[in-house]
């Protein structure tokens, strides 16, 4: 019996989820593995009750998530989404304890250059820090900011001539990666 399912095996769980008339054929190509592998791992997920094959006819194969199917589903989603809200949470804590530091150092101004996910995080870091002082504000783009890459600014007015950090390289530094 398998206790922990593998990530392989949960994306063809995912997949019969959202479909059961699938062939393994377009799960192989949906989930972007091979259709042996496919067809290995539909046999295993049906002999530890994952999953009930149903034949429709000569040519047509349903399969059925069980209710342990369905449960380990439920299980992995949970532990994703707590998995993400940690990392999320985390990266905020990092970015607050770098604007924090910039505080003491006596910088007031900071100016976010991105227009991603971690320039929100940013911006939701700058917000719940209760300092009344911290003035920020948010730029989508510049032409040195590349697509993807998000930059904190400060003890300047304008993103030209102040001293800046790359928030991706400093989470990665930390041993978060965004």
Known sequence: ???NISEKEF???????????????????????SLGLTNLIINRL???????????NRHKIQYILT????????KKSYNYTLRTINVLSSVVTKIQSLI???YKSGIRNFIIVGDNELADLTE???KKIKITDIRYSRELTNGRVSAG??????????????NY????????ETGINA
């Not at 059961?20 to 799960?27: E, T």
């Not at 049906?46 to 429709?56: D, E, H, P």
């Open 149 to 162: 890459e998000t930059f904190l600014f400060y003890n300047t007015k304008s993103k030209t001539n102040g």
């Open 1 to 3: 019996m398998i206790n």
């Open 46 to 56: 049906a002999q530890t009750g994952y999953i009930k094959v149903k034949q429709l």
């Open 124 to 126: 939701i870091a700058i």
């Open 67 to 74: 209710p342990k199917g369905f449960s380990e589903k439920a």
């Open 165 to 172: 950090t790359n928030l991706i390289l400093f989470l990665s």
């Open 100 to 102: 924090i530091g910039k």
């Open 11 to 33: 994306a063809v769980i995912e997949a019969l989820s959202s479909n059961h008339s699938y062939s393994q054929r377009l799960i192989a190509k949906k989930i972007g593995i």
